[in-house]
T-cell receptor
Framework: NAGVTQTPKFRVLKTGQSMTLLCAQDMNHEYMYWYRQDPGMGLRLIHYSVGEGTTAKGEVPDGYNVSRLKKQNFLLGLESAAPSQTSVYFC???????????FGPGTRLTVT | GEDVEQSLFLSVREGDSSVINCTYTDSSSTYLYWYKQEPGAGLQLLTYIFSNMDMKQDQRLTVLLNKKDKHLSLRIADTQTGDSAIYFCAACGGSYIPTFGRGTSLIVHP
């Protein structure tokens, strides 16, 4: 099993550009999450999904959109990137709520 | 919502014990976790404890839970340089979505 994979690993965007981060898991997990990690801020939840076709807002959802069209994939979109979105983005999944979360390796995004 | 606090840095000498502390606010938190993040990697679950337990031991790791004070600690015995990492406390309260602390950077000196 590959576990949780994220593409791309690194990306540099100019302000105003758009992009989509892809998260895939092969563990048949129902729950998927997107976090951002910033120095001194820990992990902050952006959006999450409790199953195929569902999404919900987390702590810091503004400027991001998500989709979960297939159970194994969770996409995070930035429609108009801003320098404040420079961060490391982590995807995670879990079988049930409250269960151990399995994390991907992260995507380092820089917006100039 | 849930708030999870932990100190940002801890420095110890190799062979000593490390104790990382965490406090949380939601008294209904059922699951409490410790995750480890090594440089350039995602988080991995180290250990966890249910709210009906006071202590859990797993080899060099001991987790203590004080529900009254909403305080969680992680003790690493015989700390090694390979234990240098960021350690995150997480609590799962009424929303059943875990809230993470800011992470404690553990630095182990030879």
């Amino acid at each position: 099993n590959a576990g949780v994979t994220q593409t791309p690993k690194f990306r540099v965007l100019k302000t105003g550009q758009s992009m989509t981060l892809l998260c895939a898991q092969d563990m048949n997990h129902e729950y998927m999450y997107w976090y951002r990690q910033d120095p001194g801020m820990g992990l902050r939840l952006i959006h999450y999904s409790v199953g195929e076709g569902t999404t919900a807002k987390g702590e810091v959802p503004d400027g991001y959109n998500v989709s979960r069209l297939k159970k194994q994939n969770f996409l995070l979109g930035l429609e108009s990137a801003a320098p404040s979105q420079t961060s490391v983005y982590f995807c995670a999944s879990s079988y049930e709520t409250g269960d151990e979360q399995y994390f991907g390796p992260g995507t380092r995004l820089t917006v100039t | 919502g849930e708030d999870v606090e932990q100190s940002l840095f801890l420095s110890v000498r190799e062979g000593d014990s490390s104790v990382i502390n965490c406090t949380y606010t939601d008294s209904s938190s059922t699951y409490l976790y410790w995750y480890k993040q090594e440089p350039g990697a995602g988080l991995q679950l180290l250990t966890y404890i249910f709210s009906n337990m006071d202590m859990k031991q797993d080899q060099r790791l001991t987790v203590l839970l004080n529900k009254k004070d909403k305080h969680l600690s992680l003790r690493i015995a015989d700390t090694q340089t390979g234990d240098s990492a960021i350690y995150f406390c997480a609590a799962c309260g009424g929303s059943y979505i875990p809230t993470f602390g800011r992470g404690t950077s553990l630095i182990v000196h030879p």
